[in-house]
């Protein structure tokens, strides 16, 4: 296995009322193929920020990515495009990802008339096989955002992502702004995908209880610095740096019961809609 | 220990051009004692922040409300919302520091417009008092807040400063919006003990709003799980946490990532809750629940008592 | 901040997410003064359309003179009296609804096409390429709009539509600023920054995402320019740069009743009058429209 996607001392500084702000401290990390990342930290520690120099969004001060061995720092937008066929992105706000003015068919599709000659019934097909794949069913292509819950329109989000079957997605906190019934459709749905497509995941979250059930490695971040990382099992029972054990202290304890009546969860369950 | 607020039988439904259009709360009742921490827990559209409104006597128009909300003895009367009972007797935090505050005045100026409209306070007399709880809340420089604008202090320090205001009136029950949700974790905590604290020295109650059950196990001394509108199951925390009767509380458990081993799925409560509760005659999880049986969609349960304070609205109740 | 919950605000309470059709039928049906701004521009409209068969003397009122009725006071058969060449001033306005619209109509389209691509391409690319558009779009904004027009038809000489040109070269920046404004803060919105991440190309995000998305302010400012243009329009006319003789021109005639205002008033002040009112009516709506799409003054 090699490394899907690999950044290398990334520096991210931004400038603001004449003071610099280091965002991105000299970060490196890689993502083998098929496993998933997660990068935890508190707001305005820059992890999301490392997510979009790694995606080649924002412009780096130094350092570089690479996707699947190909630099993509400094690429221009037109030369970045089939690169990008190959990521994609979910977002943290979940209907604010979503264009308020184009039908979920619509915001699906837009992968699809970017980066194939896909169109006309056979896009349509594609958009309903998508819908189906996210666990919605093919009336929710005519529907608006506005007409959309939380997490249906996550499930709009993760299908548009899907759509020009990526390697790689990044997963901004794609759960904090769910409900946790809501959460868990949407981590299981992850999980799911992940199996069927050997995805690798980039996943951004401030919740250490859903990067420890989500991810296989982890890296910590602070003030724009990766204090620790290393796999999810070790970072997180067994935690070396100061700034990590803070961390995980500072986590309510969870309700202390056994999952009660876990024993015969119906597999179809996620398969929710309405 | 004396009941310092009672909620019963709450319903508030909203109106428009005098026809019912939802009815987002529907018979909620619940009790706060003094020096007692009630968490309220629940999902999105379950209705937490609207009972915490009622309670404020801040219903939104077109909101037609019908029950009984009796605070420190005294029955609210619900035409005429008091300002006074609000600040004196009942006081709110808001979810997010950043907006509660007003970004052109400082701290001092908006803490002293509090307390000189509440108790006619001279403007030093009214400093003093004001510094005094910056100072309790934690804040090591209350000079410095005082004439701080909210721009200028963090979220933690602003949501400090934020309690510092709501405490100004000498309350009885404080009603706390989500008060760590916008918050970083090791903030948060930090607030969760300020609030533990404040209530053994001050003694006041808390209606603690939240949607996340770690932190209403470490604060709460009790709890009451909102659904759809209704209490559906209410107890003593650890009671509630350790065995959860009602089956929408053990979902909400159960889908807890950290109560599941990575990899194996979470048991997720598929669909979501209702959005119009008008029409609502039988058990508003019915469709979501893996217990339902016939009669369950008939039958709309009331909140009964399992055992001693601890309530459940399930007619399966005791038997799953 | 990162923990945001599930948990909605206050503000959640208010019915937004209709769709703006809906919004706008209910908001109108609440709002008495949109309905008389509403029933004016009706009004207009349908003088604009059917003038010739409505106006009691169409023939007059495109300007054929009749010098023997010159400067009769209204009455019975002339209800807002003739002017000096006899013309009856009810058809002369009436006739003077299609061309004072249709110039409206010229100038803010115009102004739309040039204005909304520089500024949405100025919001939503920012650095130079914004500063070098927004200098030039201040350029035209530093002069007064009447002193451009002047110039511009002193060029072109001196008609409606030369005077429609004008008038539309110092519009257009307000356009523009309207639009990059909204390209500025829909621009860092996440459904756009996701059209980036899924490589669709600038071209395609500024009308898919950003003009799509600003529709509506444009739509409120454009009904309001309308009954503003009128206005422009007959004050170009007024002295002379605008419509010619013998157009039945609101602006024109008021300046041709100008020297007998206090013998012969009728001739100026019901075109006056006709400008004032479809000045109202649009801005009425206007002001509804912008009730009805800022959330700010959401009234309930």
């Given at each position: 296995m090699s490394a899907l996607i690999a950044v290398q001392n990334l520096v991210k500084i931004y400038r603001a009322h004449r003071q610099e702000v280091r965002a991105v401290d000299d970060v490196s990390f890689e993502i083998e193929e098929g496993t998933t990342f997660g990068l935890v930290g508190e707001s305005g520690s820059g992890k999301s920020t490392i997510a979009r120099c790694a995606l080649g969004l924002i412009p780096l001060n130094s350092g570089e990515a690479r996707f699947d061995g190909r630099r993509i720092t400094g690429l221009t937008e037109r030369a970045m495009r089939p690169v990008r066929a190959e990521m994609g992105m979910v977002f943290q706000n979940p209907v604010a990802a979503l264009n308020p003015r184009?039908?979920?068919?619509?915001?699906?599709?837009?992968p699809l008339l970017t980066h194939t000659t896909v169109r006309g019934r056979a896009l349509d097909d594609r958009?309903?096989?998508?819908?189906?794949?996210?666990?919605?069913?093919?009336?929710?292509?005519?529907?608006l955002p506005h007409q959309l819950s939380g997490g249906q329109s996550q499930r709009v989000g993760i299908a548009r992502a899907l759509a020009t079957r990526p390697r790689l997605l990044v997963l901004d906190e794609p759960t904090s702004a769910l409900d946790v019934s809501v959460q868990a459709q949407v981590l299981?749905?992850?999980?799911?995908?992940?199996?069927q497509y050997g995805l690798t995941y980039l996943m951004i979250s401030h919740d250490l209880d859903v990067i420890r059930y989500l991810c296989d490695t982890v890296g910590v971040m602070r003030r724009g610095q990766l204090v620790e990382s290393g796999s999810a099992a070790q970072v997180l029972t067994s935690p070396r740096h100061e700034y990590t054990k803070q961390l995980i202290d500072a986590m309510p304890e969870a309700p202390g019961a056994k999952p009660r009546g876990a024993d015969t969860i119906p597999t179809k369950l996620r398969r929710t809609t309405q | 220990m004396s009941e310092l607020l009672v909620v019963d039988d709450l319903t508030v439904t909203f109106l428009e051009?005098?026809?019912?259009?939802?009815?987002?709360?529907r018979g909620i009742s619940l009790t706060i004692g003094e020096g007692e921490i009630l968490g309220v827990v629940g999902e999105t559209g379950c209705g937490k922040t609207l009972t915490g409104l009622a309670v404020l006597g801040l219903l939104p128009q077109g909101a037609q409300p019908n029950g009984r909300i009796v605070l420190d003895g005294v029955e609210q009367d619900f035409?005429?919302?008091?300002?006074?009972?609000?600040?004196?007797?009942?006081?709110?935090?808001?979810?997010?520091?950043?907006?509660?505050?007003?970004?052109?005045?400082?701290?001092?100026a908006q803490m002293r417009d509090v307390i000189r409209r509440h108790r006619g306070l001279r403007r030093g007399e009214a400093r003093e008092h004001i510094l005094h709880y910056l100072a309790e809340v934690?804040?090591?420089?209350?000079?410095?807040?005082?004439r701080s604008f909210p721009h200028e202090l963090s979220g933690g320090m602003l949501q400090r400063a934020m309690i510092a205001m709501a405490l100004l009136c000498e309350p009885r029950l404080l009603v706390l919006d989500e008060p760590t949700t916008a918050l970083d974790v090791t903030i948060a905590k930090q607030i969760l003990q300020l609030i533990r604290r404040l209530r053994d020295q001050f003694g006041f109650g808390v209606l603690f709003i939240t949607h996340n059950l770690g932190v209403v196990n470490e604060l709460c001394d009790r709890l009451a799980v909102l659904y759809a509108g209704r209490v559906v199951e209410s107890g003593p925390t650890a009671e509630v946490l350790q065995d959860p009767q009602h089956p929408y509380t053990r979902g909400l458990l159960n889908a807890l990532p950290s109560r599941q081993t990575p990899g194996s799925p979470l048991e997720a409560i598929p669909g979501a809750v209702p959005g119009n509760l008008l029409a609502v005659t039988a058990c508003a999880f019915a469709d979501r629940c893996r217990y339902a049986i016939a009669a369950c969609r008939e039958i709309d349960p009331l909140l009964e008592e399992l055992s001693a304070g601890h309530g459940v609205a399930c007619i399966r109740a005791g038997e799953i | 901040m990162t923990s945001a919950s599930g948990v909605p605000p206050l503000a959640a309470f208010v019915p937004l997410g209709e769709r703006p059709f809906t919004r706008i039928r209910r908001v109108l049906a609440r709002d008495p003064m949109a309905m008389v701004g509403v029933a004016i521009v009706v009004l207009v409209l349908v003088l604009a359309l059917f003038g010739q068969w409505i106006a009691p003397y169409p023939e007059q009122g495109l300007g054929s003179p009749r010098p023997s009725l010159r400067g009769l006071a209204p009455g019975a058969e002339y209800l807002f009296g003739t002017d000096q060449l006899g013309r009856d001033v009810l058809s002369r306005i009436i006739m003077g609804a299609r061309p004072a619209l249709l110039i409206s109509v010229f100038v803010v389209l115009l102004a739309m096409v040039i204005g909304i691509p520089l500024g949405a391409i100025a919001g939503y690319r920012g650095g130079w390429v914004d500063q070098v558009l927004m200098r030039v779009t201040e350029v035209f904004q530093s002069f007064p709009p009447l002193l451009l027009?002047?110039?511009?038809?002193?060029?072109?000489?001196?008609s409606l539509v030369n005077a429609g040109i004008a008038l539309a070269v110092s519009w257009w920046p307000w356009y523009a600023r309207l639009v990059r404004a909204e390209a500025q803060s829909l621009r860092g919105r996440p459904f756009v920054e996701a059209a980036r991440a899924i490589g669709v190309p600038t071209w395609r995000i500024i009308p898919r995402h950003i003009l799509r998305n600003s529709l509506t302010p444009i739509l409120v400012q454009a009904t309001v320019d309308i009954g503003s243009v009128v206005l422009a329009a007959g004050a170009l006319a007024f002295i002379g740069l605008g419509a010619q003789p013998p157009e039945p021109d609101w602006g024109l005639m008021v300046a041709e009743g100008r020297g007998l205002i206090f013998t012969q008033w009728w001739i100026s002040t019901f075109p006056g009058l006709a400008l004032f009112v479809t000045v109202l009516g649009f801005n009425l709506i206007g002001d509804s429209l912008r009730d009805i799409f800022d959330p700010r003054s959401v009234k309930r």
């Open positions: 184009m039908t979920v068919r619509d915001s699906i599709a837009e958009v309903g096989q998508l819908l189906e794949e996210v666990g919605l069913d093919a009336g929710f292509a005519t529907r299981n749905l992850l999980q799911e995908l992940r199996a | 051009r005098g026809k019912p259009k939802n009815r987002p709360l035409t005429k919302p008091s300002a006074d009972t609000r600040g004196r007797i009942v006081s709110l935090v808001f979810q997010n520091p950043g907006t509660a505050f007003n970004p052109v005045f400082t701290i001092g934690g804040l090591p420089d209350p000079d410095r807040v005082y | 027009a002047m110039v511009t038809v002193a060029i072109l000489g001196p």
